[in-house]
């Protein structure tokens, strides 16, 4: 299957100022398939080392990290020669080996024609956690993402109607109502399946929701696990909680997340660690209020008002244990949740995208989902989850603020009037 970070991994590769590569994210993204398929396709050999799988590693880092020492015993213990340039270097799960964390450093300095890439599920959660030597300015870091709407569609054997959808959405021309209709079923797909590659590959081989719902489950439970493993004793329980209070709170028709409830009197002080917790993982993240609409948005961020978004939208179907149809069909039963729903999806692929949200409300109510600098320009998004939508709020923001232009996105097909582009909710993956 078809991942973006690879044109990422060969620029890279190919950079004249690479440094070690530290790759994070979610546990199940598939980013250690991604590396080891950049390694085949890109280098002699792989030199592969995990370290939560082979624990003794770490002693190989005890007496000493600079490359001359490690590069003959990795060689020995790899049973392959480790050669510049030509062999890549992989070190998995590094967040329990701090040593190999900081011997990127030295990588970088003494040794930069080694190509050496560390992988690490829960590496924010173990920096901040640990009192750890973290290579700073001496590494370059990407986080991987699940899979977006696009790499699904490829997936599903779906390449030309992909490339048609970039096409209607850069020229504002609707798509041919019966390529509308079928993109409109493969997105309301994704929804269940998400973008975990392992529940996208079952998938695209079985068709069978409920085999994808097994693999969801278990990453669940995996996720769970982490958060006993790589947390005190005090935050197991409000990690746990907070977790699950998540997706309750995106059924509300306020998604603000708010402490209370979590647990009635609940307050910042008693969860804020589980909060960060979560985020520092990979398993959720936090979009922010802006106070104002004014460049950088980061500077008016307001840090007591943010909403919380899952970071697949199917692991949230599966939480909430919606079955596939009630998602393919949009039954009324789940019409309570379908706005979180969807406004949690238009929030994953914009963070795929590598756009920092915000939102925005006004004293009387207004609110547009999301605001992202694209192009320079401060862009104002609304989230609708079905075809028939009115955008009073939008229309608030754009009186107040004249944007360039703002975005819609809906079931509607791709239009632009009266100075807002309409974008079909499959193809969000293209803002």
């Known amino acids: ?16 100022y690479r440094k070690p590569l530290i790759l994070q994210g979610a546990r199940q993204v598939g980013k250690t398939y991604s590396l080891l398929e950049f390694g085949r396709s890109f280098y002699e050999n792989v030199a ?21 020492y490690l590069i003959p015993i990795l060689s020995h213990i790899a049973g392959q020669t480790i050669i510049r340039e030509k062999t890549l270097i992989i070190f998995d799960e590094v967040q329990l080996c701090e040593r190999a964390l900081t011997s990127l450093k030295y990588f970088c300095e003494n040794a930069p024609e080694y190509h050496v890439i560390a992988v690490g599920s829960l590496l924010g959660v173990a920096v901040n956690r640990e009192k750890f030597s973290f290579p700073v300015g001496k590494v370059d870091i990407k986080t991987l993402y699940p899979m977006d709407m696009e790499e699904y569609l490829l997936a599903m054997g779906e390449s030309e109607l992909a490339l048609q959808i970039r096409k209607c959405f850069e020229d504002d021309a609707a798509m041919p109502s019966a390529l509308h ?3 409109i079923r493969l997105y309301r797909q994704y929804l269940v399946v998400g973008g975990m590659p392992e529940c996208v590959k079952q998938f695209s081989e079985t068709k069978d929701y409920i085999l994808v719902r097994h693999i969801q489950t278990s990453i669940l439970t995996s996720y769970l696990n982490d958060m006993s ?30 402490y209370k409830l979590i647990k009635k009197g609940g307050r910042a002080s008693e969860f804020e660690n589980a909060i960060e917790w979560l985020c520092l993982s990979g398993i959720v993240s936090q979009v922010y209020r802006a106070e104002q609409v004014k460049k950088p948005l980061e500077n008016y961020r307001d840090i007591d008002s943010f909403k919380i978004y899952v970071s697949d939208p199917g692991l949230l179907c599966a939480k909430k244990d919606l079955s596939a149809n009630d998602i393919i069909y949009m039954v009324d039963e789940i019409s309570d949740f379908k706005g979180g729903m ?16 915000y939102y925005w409300e006004s004293g009387r109510g207004a609110e547009v989902d999301f605001i992202i600098q694209r192009e320079g320009r401060l862009i104002p998004i609304e989230v609708k989850s079905a075809d028939n939508t009115k955008a009073k709020s939008l229309r608030v923001y754009m009186e107040t603020y004249k944007p360039d232009y703002a975005v819609k996105l809906s079931e509607k097909n791709f239009g632009f009037e009266n100075n807002i582009k309409t974008v079909p909710l499959y193809a969000a993956f293209c803002i």
């Open 1 to 16: 299957m078809y991942r973006k970070i690879m044109s990422y991994l060969e620029e890279w590769k190919d950079s004249k």
């Open 48 to 68: 592969y080392f995990n370290f939560e799988t082979t624990p003794k590693l770490n002693e190989t880092f005890e007496e000493n990290i600079s490359p001359d």
């Open 181 to 183: 209709d079928a993109a």
């Open 229 to 258: 493993k790589y947390n005190n004793l005090n935050e197991i329980k409000k990690t746990r909680l907070t977790y699950d209070n998540i997706t309750v709170q995106l059924s509300k028709k306020n998604t603000r997340f708010q």
């Open 342 to 357: 969807v406004e949690n999806y238009a929030a994953v692929q914009l963070a795929i995208n590598g756009y920092d949200t």
